[in-house]
């Protein structure tokens, strides 16, 4: 099981805690973390990524152990202490603006 933070306007899409724990099949890497994400909450779909290319939406952000996963391949494997359940996955809306 994984811990998953999500953004307050994700939450709120998805009528759910801040914190989600996700069984995620192995490997356990950044896709298929949003995938299980995904068909837990189908409403979230499109919204963290595009529909069709799978890509990340512009103003969402990965973290995991205080390190920005968001430039990384969707393959790269979760870090073991989120694996673990040590630490969480966190998506973040990034903030824009002046």
Same mark, same amino acid.
């Given at each position: 099981? &994984? +811990?998953?933070?999500?953004?307050?306007?994700? /939450?709120?899409?998805? @009528?759910?805690? =801040?914190?989600?724990?996700?069984?995620?099949?192995?490997?356990?890497?950044?896709?298929?973390?949003?995938?299980?994400?995904?068909?837990?909450?189908?409403?979230?779909?499109?919204? &963290? +990524?595009?529909?069709?290319?799978?890509?990340? /939406?512009?103003?969402? @952000?990965?973290? =995991?152990?205080?390190?920005?996963?968001?430039?990384?391949?969707?393959?790269?494997?979760?870090?073991?202490?989120?694996?673990?359940?040590?630490?969480?996955?966190?998506?973040?809306?990034?903030?824009?603006?002046?």
């Amino acid at each position: 099981m &994984i +811990r998953v933070v999500l953004p307050y306007h994700l /939450r709120n899409l998805a @009528r759910t805690d =801040a914190e989600v724990t996700l069984e995620v099949p192995e490997p356990i890497t950044i896709a298929a973390a949003l995938d299980a994400l995904e068909a837990r909450f189908p409403v979230l779909r499109g919204t &963290i +990524r595009d529909h069709g290319t799978l890509k990340r /939406r512009p103003f969402i @952000r990965y973290f =995991a152990c205080k390190e920005d996963l968001s430039l990384e391949s969707t393959d790269t494997p979760l870090p073991a202490a989120v694996i673990s359940g040590a630490e969480p996955f966190l998506v973040v809306g990034a903030m824009a603006g002046g």
